[in-house]
């Protein structure tokens, strides 16, 4: 078939699926209304694996045309797909994890009264992330991304009877949309600097610039302005942790494997502009490990399964981050994929524990889950493995591939990384001991209920764990296929600046060292996990007990949304109050006043009128001695 | 010929609705306007889109003085004619559901005002742009001050005089420009447009000449700080009226702007452009901050328009293509996105007798119908990419952020406070427990739907394939850029 055909319809299915189920919602049958989503999923994925087979290797960027969308003068953007290694591997793994958690949702959510509207929203979901993956252009990608973050809020406020629930999604929308504002001025200068928005061309006349160029800095940093919105990172990171008022597998899907990794797809896409401008790495490199250990740390105390799945998720866009601020694209990528896989898996898993255990999602109620969810407790405990960076599964690779560059960029992010790293084992081994291990701390009604989830939830578990645990295959270290298959996209990056892709300089015996000590690091973490959660039976203390200052603060997320709330929420709302009654009252009263003027002088005029002949020949003879004395003096 | 048919058809059938006093003059009222839709449709789809008037009429008025009927559509009033004709039957449509007195008043002021607009858009003659201009503002005036609310007639009577005396500085300066025009076979002047734009008028007389445009247009539209009458007349106003207002009227600001200020006055804009968009870019902001903290339904959609709008002016006044052709676009997608949310408004008040957000709430729960097409209309309005709020906004953004970056920046945190305000009006209505007003909403009546369906059909067309209407207007803005392009070379 026809390659532009096929390519429109992997995001027209989609969004079909998203039709049907929507405007049939309530009339489509339950029993179908999952099928057709997940159908119209698989059937994307179906193509792209087909369109990926037949993808040559090292082979160039195929763009499909549609039609002209914008089109003004000289600036002329374009309905058009790009096809090409990154897409590709994007376009698998919305698709592929997309999939999955469709079919996990059917078992999920069908006992919910909007289960069709759920569905079709998840569907919606996926054709705008689609279009974010596949477009030609920033502006394309600028639809999904915008498109992605409506859906994102539709979901996370689902059951929109419950006002926090709404706050938390509309908080999601207008923190993305501070982020989105940052990209739009991106776009705007690189319209203004390329005169074209497409990708190709872009990047085709940006390897003629020098490096350091300023506009190309500003580009870059406007454009990651951007990603911070969507990939949560300091200091818009805040909506990520309240976005887990959405049902489970959105937290998956959106909040976990896809939309937020954008940011870090919209860096990879945009390499040469980025390693043009080495300032803008150093910035990404900043915020990337502020965030990757002010979440983590956060990660540590909290108590709901999701809120620390969600933490931890900040914490790992802030991995992949700082590996592309040691140019380590591939890296990062590598890292966005094994990062899909096992949070999908975790948070699929939490689901499966909330399902089990009546909606309740605090850790300190839950203990000894094993025995009850054992398909659940197994899958889980590989993707805790898998993210803490222990060998061999997929988190191991990816995440010493990104500290092996980052060390050979910085010693001291090297060593922040790592411990952060420590950070993570810990944090989510406490939450798998917590959770699965010792005695139930929950009621009895809940002991009761507990069982283990149908097999439309097991198995998207079951698949997860084995590319969790075998995802590392996919880049081994020494040049695996990843980047071998990657290598075309940062040819432009190669032009610019040859040395950031110099061969490593660093002896393989160094490299192996490297991963001892972040392995080590991690085991020890493990190991602090197991000896308080398990030997010592420690259980995390109720809200109201007292806790040091340090724990106190970190307990409350650093008081970093009450510092938002008061340093800004709360100053633009009395100015648009202040506005509101003494703005407008003082607008308005200049305006009075000058009407009042005006009354007052016609007031005057008036005596003029006072009927008296000799008073108006006077004023007559006065004026036309005036005119002349004027036209006498000023000749016009 | 077929302008004239735009403008006075409407009128006509105005008068004979006059003498009816029935339950079908509504009936009538939308079988004629919907004629009119047909007319303005039929303008559209067989317009050659150059830079020429097409369809146009043109009979002396005058003679002696040159002073002519002449009218006529090309790119830039096309869209605003379509506008007109397309919004008019809806904002009637809209009306089915309630009684209004004196039915044939009612709805032969709204039809009277559909012939002045047409007037003001496709005026190709300054004087006869006057007289629409003008005219525009009577029936407008009865409809408010008739039916409007408690405290309508101080309101109105504000928005009235503040209008006039803007448009008197409008009447100074084409007195003034008519008097520049130099004799031609007949007479001694003439007060043709196109003549206007053949002059060449000293900087100073060009910064008079753009301040008396100013004010007359920033007053219709509004600018900051012209608009104070807005607020209060949108709430006060029977909500059909507050459509037109807001929906077409304030359209004729811009218009003008575009019609007369760029291509009269590029050196006035040179001098004093920016202090314009400085003042348009404060009330983006200005205005969405008030929309923020706003209660009233009717009061917010009112902060959020007068936030809109100065968007388009800065747009205009950044003198780029992108601009200029975002401000048109835009004034479609503006009129077809506040008409929308003040038909919400109308639905939700006819319903509960409120428009305060604090007594609403949960209305989603029984409406699938109204959810959907709120939230759609919403979409638009906040400029998410596929509807019609993005191509414009993109394009002013960009026009704006081309002329001056801080001054992009600024005007770009509509996109931000513009999604703040409405999805807090979204969420405060629909959203969340109900409440004693809300409990037993009733969704839409077929009626109100079919007042939607076009509406939400506009918000998709022109957001997924915006060229149907970008590329009628595109070589009507080419040539007025050309306007543009030659001052700017030769100032330097």
């Not at chain 2, 397309?86 to 009277?112: C, D, Q």
């Not at chain 2, 007479?187 to 053949?198: L, M, N, Q, R, T």
């Not at chain 2, 983006?284 to 901050?289: H, R």
């Not at chain 2, 739907?449 to 918000?459: A, E, G, I, K």
Request: charged fraction near 10%; aromatic fraction near 14%; include cysteine.
């Amino acid at each position: 078939m026809q390659i532009g055909l096929l390519c429109a319809l992997i995001p027209l299915l989609p969004l079909l699926g998203f039709v049907i189920n929507g405007v049939g919602f309530r009339r489509v049958p339950t029993g179908l209304v999952g099928g057709i989503a997940t159908l119209a999923v698989l059937a994307s994925f179906l193509i792209v694996v087909s369109l990926f087979m037949s993808f040559p290797a090292e082979g160039g960027p195929q763009i499909v045309p549609l039609f002209d969308w914008i089109s003004v003068g000289d600036l002329h953007i374009p309905f058009s797909f790009q096809i090409d290694q990154l897409s590709l591997l994007m376009l698998l793994v919305v698709t592929g994890v997309g999939t999955l958690i469709h079919l996990y949702s059917i078992g999920y959510m069908h006992h919910d009264e909007g289960f069709g509207k759920f569905m079709a929203f998840l569907n919606l979901f996926i054709f705008f992330m689609l279009l974010l993956v596949m477009g030609a252009n920033y502006v394309i990608m600028f639809i999904g991304w915008e498109g992605v973050g409506l859906c994102s809020y539709l979901l996370i406020g689902f059951w929109n009877k419950n006002v926090s629930y709404n706050n938390a999604a509309r908080k999601a929308f207008v923190m993305n949309r501070i982020g989105d504002l940052g990209f739009l001025l991106g776009i705007f200068t690189i319209i203004n600097t390329f005169g074209t928005v497409e990708y190709v061309d872009v990047f085709k006349q940006a390897t003629s610039l020098p490096m350091g160029d300023t506009t190309v800095l500003v580009i870059a940093l406007l454009l990651f302005v951007g990603a911070m919105g969507k990939s949560a990172q300091v200091p818009l990171y805040t909506w990520l942790p309240d976005a887990m008022a959405g049902p489970t597998p959105v937290s998956a899907l959106i909040h976990a494997a896809t939309m937020v990794t954008a940011g870090i797809y919209m860096v990879v896409r945009s390499n040469v502009l980025y390693t043009l401008a080495p300032q803008a790495l150093e910035v990404v490199g900043i915020i990337a490990i502020i965030t990757a250990l002010l979440a983590a740390s956060i990660g540590l105390l909290q108590n709901d399964i999701k809120k620390v799945l969600a933490y931890s998720t900040v914490s790992q866009l802030g991995y992949m981050f700082l590996g592309l601020s040691a140019t380590a694209y591939t890296a990062g990528m590598f890292h966005v994929i094994t990062h899909a896989f096992f949070k999908a898996l975790l948070f699929l898993g939490a689901g499966s524990v909330i399902h089990a255990m009546s909606n309740e999602q605090d850790i300190r109620k839950m203990g000894g889950l094993r025995k009850a969810l054992p398909v659940t407790f197994i899958t889980f405990a590989i993707g805790t493995w898998a993210i803490s960076g222990l060998p061999p599964f997929a988190g191991f690779f990816s995440k010493d591939e990104i500290l092996a560059h980052v060390f050979e960029h910085s010693k001291v992010l090297w060593a922040l990384g790592v411990l952060g790293s420590g950070l993570t084992s810990f944090y989510m081994f406490r939450l798998l001991f917590l959770t699965f291990f010792g005695e139930f701390r929950g009621t009895a009604e809940q002991k009761h209920h507990l069982h283990e989830s149908p097999a439309t939830m097991t198995i998207p578990l079951i698949i997860l764990a084995i590319l969790s645990a075998v995802g590392g295959a996919l880049n081994l270290p020494g040049g695996g296929w990843l980047s071998h298959f990657l290598e075309p996209i940062f040819e432009g990056s190669r032009q610019v600046n040859p040395e950031a892709f110099a061969e490593s300089t660093i002896e393989h015996s160094t490299e192996y060292v490297l991963m001892a000590v972040s392995a080590g690091v991690a085991l020890l973490a493990l190991i602090a996990a197991y000896v308080m959660y398990i030997s010592r039976k420690a259980v995390p203390a109720s809200d109201e007990a007292d806790r040091s200052m340090p724990e106190q603060v970190i307990y409350n997320k650093y008081y970093v949304d009450e510092l938002y709330e008061a340093a800004i929420v709360r100053p633009i709302r009395s100015m648009g109050d202040t506005f509101y009654s003494f703005g407008e009252f003082a607008v308005d009263g200049l305006v009075n006043g000058v009407a009042w003027l005006v009354k007052q002088s016609s007031a005057q005029l008036r005596r003029l009128q006072s009927g008296s002949i000799g008073f108006y020949v006077f004023a007559m003879v006065l004026s036309i001695v005036l005119i002349f004395a004027l036209r006498f003096f000023i000749r016009f | 010929m077929l302008t004239l048919a735009l403008i006075l058809f409407p009128a006509l059938t105005a008068c004979l609705l006059l003498l009816t006093n029935s339950g079908t003059t509504r009936q009538l009222a939308f079988g004629a306007a919907l004629i009119e839709t047909a007319l303005a449709i039929y303008a559209f789809s067989t317009f050659t889109p150059n830079a020429t008037s097409q369809f146009g009429f043109d009979y002396p008025w005058i003679p002696s003085l040159g002073i002519r009927l002449s009218a006529g559509i090309d790119g830039i009033s096309l869209l605003l004619t379509l506008l007109t004709g397309i919004l008019v039957p809806l904002i009637v449509l809209s009306t089915f559901n309630r009684a209004y007195e004196r039915p044939g008043t009612f709805y032969a002021l709204m039809l009277f005002m559909q012939s002045a607009l047409m007037g003001v858009f496709t005026a190709r003659d300054g004087f006869l742009f006057y007289f629409f201009f003008e005219a525009a503002l009577i029936p407008i005036y009865f409809l408010a001050a008739m039916w409007g609310g408690a405290n309508r007639i101080p309101v109105t009577f504000k928005f009235f005089i503040y209008t006039i005396f803007g448009s008197l500085f409008m009447l100074l300066a084409l007195v003034y420009l008519y008097y520049q025009t130099p004799a031609t076979t007949g007479s001694a002047h003439s007060s043709a447009i196109v003549d206007f734009y053949k002059l060449k008028l000293s900087a100073s007389a060009q910064g008079w000449v753009f301040w008396a445009f100013f004010i007359a247009f920033a007053i219709k539209m509004p600018v900051f700080p012209f608009h104070t009458w807005q607020p209060d007349t949108y709430v006060e106003s029977p909500t059909p009226a507050t459509m037109l207002l807001a929906g077409i009227m304030l359209k004729m600001g811009i218009y003008g702007l575009i019609r007369f200020i760029l291509p009269v006055t590029p050196i006035g804009i040179e001098t004093w452009g920016q202090t314009a968009i400085i003042l348009s870019v404060i009330g983006i902001v200005y205005g969405s901050i008030i929309a923020i903290r706003q209660r009233d339904m009717k009061r917010l959609i009112a902060y959020s328009s007068f936030s809109h709008v100065g968007l388009m002016a800065a747009g205009v006044f950044s003198q780029t293509e992108t601009g200029l052709q975002g401000a048109l676009i835009q004034m479609l997608a503006h009129g077809v996105n506040v008409v929308g949310l003040f038909f919400v408004a109308d639905v939700i008040y006819s319903r509960t007798d409120t428009r305060q957000l604090d007594q609403l709430g949960g209305i989603t729960r029984t409406t699938p119908k109204l959810t959907v097409y709120f939230m759609i209309i919403m979409l638009g309005s906040v400029a998410l990419p596929l509807t019609n709020g993005f191509i414009g906004e993109f394009l002013l953004l960009h026009g704006v952020y081309s002329y001056n970056h801080y001054l992009g920046l600024a005007a770009g945190f509509t996109i931000i406070f513009g999604a703040v305000y409405l999805l807090r009006m979204f969420q405060k209505a629909m959203f969340g427990p109900t409440t004693a007003r809300t409990e037993s909403f009733a969704d839409l009546t077929l009626s109100e739907s079919w007042v939607f369906v076009p509406l939400v059909v506009l918000v998709f067309w022109m957001g997924v394939y915006p060229q149907t209407f970008m590329k009628m207007t595109e070589p009507a803005v080419a040539n007025l850029m050309k306007y543009i392009g030659t001052t700017a070379i030769s100032m330097k």
